[in-house]
C-alpha cells in the first residue's frame, strides 16, 4: 500500500512526544500512539520506518498506524494521540415504561399450552401486542435482569 499521509513532525513536537513516552504515567494507547508517530516522522529531525515495521515492533495493526497518521494529518498531534468521545449519544429505545409492561406481561398467566413464559415467548408477545414493532430476545432478557424479575 503507498504511503497516504506523511507525518512531519516539528522539534516541538518531537520534543513533546518523546516526553510522553519517557514518562512513566503515561497511559498504554498514549504512549503507542506517541512511539509510533515519533517512529513514522519524515521530517528533518527523523528516520521514518515503515508502516509494517513500526506495526510489528509496538504489536499493532498497520492499519492502526495509518489511521494514526491520518488522524495527525488531518487534525494535528492532540487528536491523534487522544481518541474523541462519539459525537453522537446513542437513543434510547426501551425506557421504563417498556421495562413496566414487560414486568407486568412477565408476571401475568402463561400462555395456553406453557407452564411459564420464556424469554422468546416475551419477546414474541410484546410484538404481537404493539408494544414495540420489533424487539430480541437479549434485550428482553437484559431488561428482566435489570428489573431482577424471575421467570422461574
Known amino acids: 500500500m503507498a504511503n497516504r499521509y506523511k507525518v ?4 516541538s513536537e518531537r520534543t513533546e512526544l518523546t516526553q510522553l513516552t519517557r514518562c512513566g504515567k503515561t497511559p498504554a494507547a498514549k504512549f503507542l500512539h506517541a512511539r509510533a508517530l515519533l517512529l513514522c516522522d519524515a521530517g528533518e529531525h527523523g528516520d521514518p520506518w515503515k508502516v509494517a515495521d513500526v506495526a510489528a515492533a509496538l504489536g499493532i495493526s498497520s492499519r492502526t498506524v495509518e489511521h494514526l497518521k491520518q488522524r495527525f494529518v488531518e487534525e494535528g498531534l492532540e487528536a491523534a494521540l487522544v481518541r474523541k468521545p462519539p459525537c453522537k449519544p446513542r437513543d434510547v429505545t426501551f425506557d421504563g415504561t417498556f421495562d413496566a409492561r414487560l414486568t407486568a406481561l412477565a408476571c401475568s398467566p402463561a400462555p395456553e399450552g406453557y407452564q411459564r413464559w420464556t424469554v422468546r415467548l416475551l419477546a414474541d408477545k410484546l ?7 420489533a424487539v430480541s430476545v437479549m434485550t428482553v432478557q437484559r431488561s428482566l435482569k435489570k428489573t431482577s424479575c424471575s421467570l422461574i
Open 8 to 11: 512531519t513532525l516539528t522539534q
Open 127 to 133: 410484538v404481537e401486542l404493539k408494544i414495540v414493532d
